[in-house]
């Protein structure tokens, strides 16, 4: 089936260390991927999304993600967390073309402890 | 940043009895959406709505689930008759429009315990 997979369900890192959230698909040709965040008692927010081109796509609040085809990965990443990043973090995904609805994965759940 | 709107923040219905979530999506949207996640497990489309018909939904918005744009603002979501398995958060979606640059506005959600 057409999906997202994020392996990680809990991941716990330090402020002011690097982070990178994995994200795997499963689409058929090239997807549209996107990453969404839910902070505590918010709805999803888009952090950045993939369509095509440059496989090294900025977001907003410092993330940035890499689409690597030959992996079928997609992974979020922060060079410097900070305690408000604590949030739940989900991938997403749709094939190309057309109206397609997207997917979501499980998410991951990011702890960031001092 | 505009915003889409869900009320209730949660709602608490016993078995059997209807539901109806209230969404009102951003103004200039054209394009709506529910989506539930039930606690521990994935975001899940329900429903897509256009143009005052609903174009696509999935196999968990059986005959029990319905959507209506009554009033030009608002988007909601009726159950029925709920289920258990129903409690889960529902979440509202709009955009502005569909295909590729599809940006979907999700709301804050709307928690449902049913007992």
């Known amino acids: 089936a057409q999906s997202v997979t994020q392996p990680d369900i809990h991941i716990t890192v330090s402020e002011g260390a690097s982070l990178e959230l994995r994200c795997n698909y499963s689409?058929?040709?090239?997807?549209?991927l996107f990453w969404y965040v839910q902070s505590p008692g918010q709805g999803l927010q888009l952090l950045l999304k993939?369509?095509?081109?440059?496989?090294l796509v900025q977001g907003i609040k410092g993330f940035e993600a890499e689409f690597k085809r030959s992996q079928s990965s997609f992974n979020l990443r922060k060079p410097s967390v900070h305690w408000s990043d604590a949030a739940e973090y989900f991938c997403?995904?749709?094939?190309?073309?057309?109206?397609?609805?997207?997917?979501f994965g499980t998410g991951t759940k990011l702890q960031v402890i001092p | 940043e505009p915003e889409v709107t869900q009320t209730p923040s949660h709602q608490v219905t016993q078995m059997g009895q209807e539901v109806i979530l209230r969404c009102v999506p951003i103004?200039?949207?054209?394009?709506f959406y529910w989506y539930r996640q039930i606690l521990g497990q994935k975001v899940e489309f329900l429903v897509s709505?256009?143009?005052?018909?609903?174009?696509?939904k999935s196999e968990i918005f059986d005959d029990q689930f319905s959507v209506e744009r009554p009033d030009g603002s608002n988007f909601t979501l009726k159950i029925r008759s709920t289920k258990l398995e129903d409690s889960a958060m529902y979440f509202c979606?709009?955009?502005?429009?569909?295909?590729?640059?599809?940006?979907?506005?999700f709301g804050s959600g709307t928690q449902l315990s049913v007992l």
């Open positions: 709505f256009y143009n005052n018909e609903i174009s696509e």
């Open positions: 997403a995904g749709r094939p190309s073309g057309g109206y397609q609805k997207v997917t």
């Open positions: 993939y369509f095509s081109g440059d496989t």
């Open positions: 103004s200039n949207h054209l394009y």
């Open positions: 689409y058929g040709a090239t997807p549209y």
């Open positions: 979606a709009s955009s502005e429009k569909s295909g590729l640059n599809e940006k979907l506005f």
